[in-house]
């Protein structure tokens, strides 16, 4: 069983208005799983039914197999989008709280405390009140918070928003570390190259409805456009005509030092490895890749068909 | 239950490290002690000072009262009549705080006038009743018998009437009983406005901090707003243990070491006051004991602080379940901190009329009204608890307990009405808070 998370069916609207419709999805064990979705699509919707703060109308949520229950959520972790401390408590009497709500017992909270704030190296700052931390310092606390009873699943809402490039970094390489010991994560955001930099897989949810759930490389394959690249040092007429019918030029960038880089379309039966055939002894050719949307361009090109038809 | 005692653990430590409640802890019963005080101390030593004028046109009482000077009263003798309409305008009276009248038939009528400018207590009334009848015991003892007035004094006897309620002949229920209970139900009120709007201030901050998603990821909206209840709750019932525990000490070292004599009845010995009536001091003493032991033997014996303690928590109880999950519904409803006054100000007020509710069943206490308030959810707490000092009828002290059932339910309703409030507006953030917004969210699953 390699399926940590599976929605299924999932309907929830507010008062008539639908906030996910249908939605289906799979999170497997020890992947980073990205959700995506303009605002308002409908992600936070999904992370609190997933968290038991909305129950759904209709559909399911299974855990590691069954269908979910309240003490599942002891296993699950949450960084939401709106995050807050209390002010006035101390970061070690907060940090104690959360954990115990988590489900941790007080002598077990304590050695995890002491692991992480040996981890992030914040011992100092243990007797401090939460309104003595600036906002980087909250920022840690709030991770740790979300982390420090090692749930199976982490579900963080829009991590990177708010947090310093920093700690933006400190937290990727700990998702990376978390992955590489068997944790799944589950992450909403608007940020594309995060998603293309640590996410597997992912979903891309628009007005409550699932658009496209995939590996990465899978969402950018179904997006591409068939455009090949190539770079060279040369003739540009000896190259054009190297090409001869089976490929035709959409664009060219002149690097200088007689190098250029040219997107090729591909007509009729011709192959990647035909052009190598044609370009060899023409040009000296310095890469040949195949051209690949961005996830930025994949969010925009499945976003933008559809609000155009609505707008219509 | 589990989850909800974690949340009311991290309430009450907050509550009770705070300074504000350490504050309250302290100067709360130091007022009330502050106030007890006062009222006993002055008592015993008022300087009030009235001038006299005495108008006595037949010479009957020959220009004396007083063998020795009264530090309180200063009696002057004028001859003639005194119209009141002149001793009230004319210049030369206006020294005088009193005009006592006295006519030429004063030995047979036994009456006699006191015209005052301003009230005087009743202490000063009783004092210049007092001296004006032992003044005109001197001269009837003279005119009419052939005794010493030792003698007669020795002989005279005041024969005193007492009128009492067939059903209450010990008279329990008088009216400083009734001020006692309404004493405990403004206690209640305090303690409800006060950790009732704690409530509201912590929900609310909770929502403006934003900790409450991270917190609804672990526990239900239910067990939230009943952890915060509970641990809310748990911190005013220390305080009042505190303030119970201070007034008691207080009181008792009051009547050990500050006022041993004026807080024992059986101090006062009407006899030898009556031979050492010429005695200044010793008066002084009388009066204060005469007023005042009312009010010492109301605060040490009549009031059944067992009892009053007993019912006190069960009400407060009710009363701060019912209206702290109001507090909490309209706290998770606010779209920000500083929004929602409009709703809670209603709230106040209906607590505001709850004490009104006490005062006037204390002076009104058999009619429907009363009736109605003590079993009304909103007025309950302190109107029981004056009902409670002033006595149940015979065999109507079941009527305490359909109160206290009537506003446990009231509470479950109440809270069952918030948590659904509670769950549908704790993360609706930024909006102005409206009524539609409370009908929304109470028909909304």
């Known amino acids: ?312 | 239950m589990k989850n909800s005692w974690l949340i009311a653990v991290r309430e009450w430590r907050e509550r009770v490290s705070s300074r504000s409640f350490i504050m309250l802890s302290v100067i709360g019963p130091l007022i009330v002690l502050g106030m007890v005080y006062v009222m006993f101390a002055l008592g015993g030593q008022s300087k009030q000072h009235w001038n006299v004028l005495i108008a006595d046109p037949g010479g009957i009482m020959n220009n004396k009262i007083m063998p020795q000077i009264d530090n309180s009263v200063t009696y002057a003798f004028a001859d003639g009549y005194i119209e009141v309409d002149e001793f009230r305008d004319a210049k030369k009276y206006q020294k005088f705080d009193a005009l006592l009248e006295v006519n030429e038939k004063v030995l047979s009528n036994k009456t006699g006038f006191v015209f005052y400018r301003e009230k005087p207590s009743v202490r000063m009334q009783t004092r210049v009743h007092y001296q004006f009848e032992r003044r005109l015991e001197e001269i009837v003892v003279k005119e009419f018998t052939k005794m010493s007035l030792s003698k007669f004094r020795s002989i005279k006897q005041p024969i005193n009437v007492t009128f009492a309620d067939v059903n209450d002949p010990e008279d329990e229920a008088n009216d400083l009983s009734g001020w006692a209970g309404f004493f405990f139900g403004t206690l209640i009120f305090l303690f409800i406005f006060l950790f009732g709007m704690t409530v509201l201030r912590s929900v609310s901050r909770e929502k403006s901090n934003r900790i409450v998603e991270v917190l609804l990821a672990s526990v239900s909206p239910f067990q939230l707003m009943r952890g915060k209840i509970m641990g809310i709750g748990m911190s005013a019932f220390l305080q009042f243990v505190i303030w119970i525990s201070i007034i008691g000490a207080g009181l008792y070292f009051m009547r050990e070491n500050i006022f041993p004599d004026v807080m024992d009845a059986s101090n006062i010995n009407i006899e030898q006051l009556t031979l050492d009536a010429n005695d200044a001091s010793y008066q002084e003493s009388y009066y204060a004991a005469r007023e005042y032991n009312e009010f010492v033997n109301l605060v040490y014996e009549r009031v059944e602080f067992g009892t009053i303690l007993g019912f006190f928590i069960l009400f407060f109880i009710g009363g701060y379940l019912f209206y702290s999950s109001i507090f909490a519904a309209i706290g998770a409803t606010m779209g920000s901190e500083s929004d929602g006054q409009q709703f809670v100000i209603p709230i106040v007020i209906v607590l505001c009329l709850s004490l009104y509710a006490g005062y006037y069943v204390m002076n009104n206490p058999e009619t429907q009204m009363a009736t109605f308030l003590h079993y009304f959810p909103f007025t309950a707490p302190v109107v029981v608890m004056v009902k409670l000092s002033q006595g149940y009828e015979v065999g109507h002290a079941y009527e305490i307990y359909v109160a206290f059932f009537v506003l446990i339910v009231s509470a479950f309703i109440s809270l069952l009405i918030a948590a659904r409030l509670y769950k549908n507006g704790i993360l609706q953030f930024g909006h102005r808070l409206r009524i539609k917004h409370l009908f929304k969210w109470l028909k909304s699953t």
Request: hydrophobic share 40%; with cysteine.
């Open chain 1, 1 to 312: 069983m390699n399926t940590i998370l599976e929605i299924r069916n999932v309907n929830k609207s507010f008062y008539q208005k639908p906030a996910l419709t249908n939605l289906s999805l799979k999170v497997q064990k020890g992947e980073i799983f990205g959700v995506m979705g303009p605002n308002g699509a409908g992600k936070t919707t999904l992370i609190r039914i997933i968290n038991r703060i909305f129950s759904p109308d209709s559909g399911s949520v299974r855990f590691d197999g069954d269908l979910m229950v309240d003490r599942d959520l002891y296993h699950i972790g949450y960084l939401p989008e709106e995050r807050g401390l209390y002010r006035n408590m101390t970061v070690e009497a907060q940090a104690m709280f959360l954990a115990r709500i988590r489900g941790l017992s007080k002598s077990d909270a304590k050695v995890k405390i002491d692991y992480w704030f040996d981890r992030f190296d914040i011992n100092d700052w243990r007797k401090k009140r939460v309104e003595e931390l600036s906002k980087g310092m909250a920022q840690k606390i709030q991770f740790i918070c979300a982390v420090l009873h090692e749930p199976k699943l982490l579900i963080l809402d829009e991590p990177f928003s708010g947090f310093d490039p920093v700690n933006v970094e400190l937290i990727k390489q700990e998702l990376s570390e978390m992955r590489a010991a068997g944790k799944t994560i589950m992450l909403s955001t608007h940020n594309m190259k995060s998603v293309e930099e640590i996410c597997d897989r992912a979903v891309l949810i628009d007005q409550s409805r699932k658009i496209a759930e995939g590996s990465i490389s899978e969402l950018q394959d179904a997006q591409k456009s068939g455009l090949i690249a190539v770079r060279f040092q040369g003739n540009m007429i000896a190259f054009v005509n190297a090409l001869w019918t089976g490929f035709v030029v959409e664009d060219k960038i002149i690097l200088g030092d007689n190098r250029f880089e040219v997107h090729l379309a591909v007509r009729g039966e011709s192959s990647f490895d035909d052009l190598l055939k044609v370009l060899m002894g023409h040009v000296k050719i310095e890469a040949v890749w195949e051209m690949r949307p961005s996830m930025q361009d994949v969010f925009i090109q499945l976003v933008q068909p559809k609000k155009e038809e609505d707008e219509k």
